[in-house]
Structures are given as C-alpha cells and as structure tokens.
C-alpha cells in the first residue's frame, strides 16, 4: 500500500548548524505534502507544505524541497536552534480527506 | 480560529473499563475531524475520520469506535478496554482549505 517513510530515524546537529530532514513518499498520485513538528508530550504542529506544482517552497528559517522524480521530500532549517529539537513529521494528502504520516525523525540540537 | 480542545488529557485506566475521550473544535462550521493515535516513539495512525454529522470512517479495525453527535463534536470511545489501546490520541480538524490539517494537544491513555 501506499506509504510515507523517512530515510533517518534520528539527526543530531550543532547549534547554528543547518538541519535537512528527509522523507520519501511512494503514492505518485499525492499532490500536497505537508510538515510538522512535535515536542514531547504535544500535538504536532503544522511548519510548512508544498503542493506538487512547486519543487520548493520557503517560510520563515525553513524550506520543504519537493522531487516529484524520485519522490523526495525535504525539510531544511537554516541556523537551527535548541528549541528545534523534536520529531519532524512528514505527511501526504492523498484523497483530500486524509494525511497519511511518515514515521518520525528526531532532531536532537546540541548546544 | 482552529482552536481544538481536547479531554481529559491524561487518564489511566484499567483493562476493561470503558473509555470516552472528548474532543470540540472551534471555526467553520462542517469541518473534516479525525482521531489519530500515536504510540510512544512511534508515528500517527488514522483510526477514524468524519465529514459531518452522524459520518465515520474507520480507518483500522480495533477496539475502538467514533461518534460525532454535533458539528464540532467528536468522541472516541471504547466499551472495554484492552492494554494495547495504551497510546497518545490526536484530535484534528482540517483548514477551510481542506488540505491541511490542525491536531489538539492530545490525550495520553495509559491501559494498566
């Protein structure tokens, strides 16, 4: 079936650094993706999405990088900072009505 | 507003009892709600979904079900409970849009 995984479980980065977080998607038929963050013990929250027409798309400090070709998702974080420590999330839309999520990467900032 | 209050937040509970998790979310009228569970370490799983009033859609079989008796009401439930249904549970409302997605704060069940 179809399913949205991630390439690393857990990244660990220097503060100041930038952080590239990884997603892979298999439904070709998916035409917007989204990303979130969730802190320990809170609901995730959403960061930023792309819908497939775009190969990139910027907010503030963060940048989703969408290849349609291999069907990569990226999320990088410029000058990442402690309080960006959490598991990202990346999600698909497929039908409209649901998200189907990835498992989760951990970014750990050290300071 | 896509305010989503979610109770209790925290509740341990032993197998068998019943269950009863409560979520009401504020904004448009007729919005797209979900129940998602997590469990620890691990990502989100679909359990149900609803379009309006009275509809649901179970995404897994389980112990489980749903119920969304006003528009911006939606409960989840169970009968008896069993250890596996231990988990962190997501309600979610969707944007006007209908593409995105805003999650509660959670509630965290513990099946002793």
């Known amino acids: 079936g179809e399913s949205v995984g991630l390439h690393l479980p857990t990244l660990s980065v220097q503060e100041g650094d930038n952080s590239i977080i990884n997603c892979a998607y298999s439904n070709s038929a998916s035409d917007y993706f989204i990303w979130y963050k969730q802190e320990s013990g809170k609901g995730p929250q959403f960061i930023i999405d792309?819908?497939?027409?775009?190969d990139k798309r910027q907010g503030q400090r963060v940048t989703v990088l969408l290849n349609k070709t291999v069907k990569h998702l990226s999320l990088q974080i410029a000058a990442t900072q402690p309080g960006d420590s959490a598991v990202y999330f990346c999600?698909?839309?497929?039908?409209?009505?649901?998200?189907?999520f990835g498992a989760g990467t951990i970014l750990r900032v050290k300071s | 507003s896509q305010t989503i209050h979610q109770w209790p937040a925290t509740l341990v509970q032993p197998v068998g009892s019943p269950l009863s998790l409560e979520c009401t979310v504020e904004g448009t009228s007729n919005p797209n709600l979900y129940w998602y569970r997590q469990a620890a370490g691990r990502g989100l799983q679909l359990l149900f979904y609803s379009v309006g009033i009275g509809q649901i859609s179970s995404e897994v079989p389980q112990n489980l079900s749903a119920s969304r008796p006003q528009d911006r009401q939606f409960i989840l439930s169970s009968k008896k409970l069993l250890l596996s249904d231990s988990g962190f549970y997501l309600c979610?409302?969707?944007?006007?849009?209908?593409?995105?997605?805003?999650f509660g704060e959670g509630s965290w069940l513990t099946v002793v």
């Open positions: 979610a409302r969707d944007t006007d849009s209908g593409n995105t997605i805003y």
């Open positions: 792309i819908r497939s027409n775009m």
């Open positions: 999600a698909e839309n497929i039908d409209g009505n649901k998200l189907v």
